[in-house]
């Protein structure tokens, strides 16, 4: 097997909280080869994915802000990279984990903790693992998987600025690179 590089995307929230993808998005791939990109969910608009689509073939899942023009998009997804099993996911998981969740991020703050057993249990097989809907960017290996979520690629927050991820698969085994955005949002789309 040889090198492959994917592109890892989640929370772009356009147009709901951004008028477009930062200009840097597009250029980063294209710089890394990925040869796939994986959306993690809240895309919002499918023009979204077809801008994404020029540089190379995209995966995306549902993500709680997809429930209207996209909500064709499944919840997850189990892919295969010459031998390589990664699931996609958004994190939102059902109504009650959803409602939990909020309520847990709103009382006691965010914890990884608190994903990790959903993301086990959607994906048991999976070496590696993307997801989005927290907008906190982490590379982090849990009982043997790669655990990556790319964080928000339009939504600062107090802590990350805007970010997405790169996944290297090479002789069977998954690295995750972060990459931080500094660059402006591109005017808000027609």
Same mark, same amino acid.
């Given at each position: ?7 890892? $995307?989640?929370? %772009? ?32 608009? =499918? ?26 998009? =499944?919840? %997850? ?51 590696? $693992? ?8 982490? $590379? ?7 655990? $990556? ?25 998954? %690295? ?15």
């Amino acid at each position: 097997m040889g090198k492959i590089v994917l592109g890892l $995307i989640a929370d %772009t929230h356009i147009p709901d909280r951004a008028g477009g993808l930062r200009p840097d998005i597009l250029p980063i791939f294209r710089a890394a080869g990925v040869t796939t990109i994986l959306h993690a969910g809240d895309v919002s608009v =499918p023009a979204v994915l077809t801008e994404l689509e020029t540089v190379a073939p995209v995966h995306a899942v549902r993500g709680n802000r997809d429930i209207y023009r996209l909500r064709a998009l =499944p919840m %997850t997804r189990l892919l295969d990279f010459e031998g390589v099993t990664v699931g996609l996911a958004h994190g939102q998981g059902n109504l009650w984990f959803y409602l939990h969740e909020k309520l847990r991020v709103y009382t006691v703050g965010y914890s990884l903790a608190f994903y990790l057993g959903y993301l086990h249990k959607t994906f048991p097989t999976a070496q590696a $693992i993307v997801f989005g809907h927290s907008h906190q960017p982490i $590379i982090h290996q849990s009982r043997g998987k790669l655990i $990556i979520n790319p964080g928000s690629a339009c939504c600062p927050d107090m802590k990350h600025p805007p970010s997405v991820a790169l996944l290297h698969l090479e002789n069977g085994k998954a %690295t995750g690179e972060l990459v931080w955005l500094k660059k402006q949002v591109s005017p808000h789309r027609p």
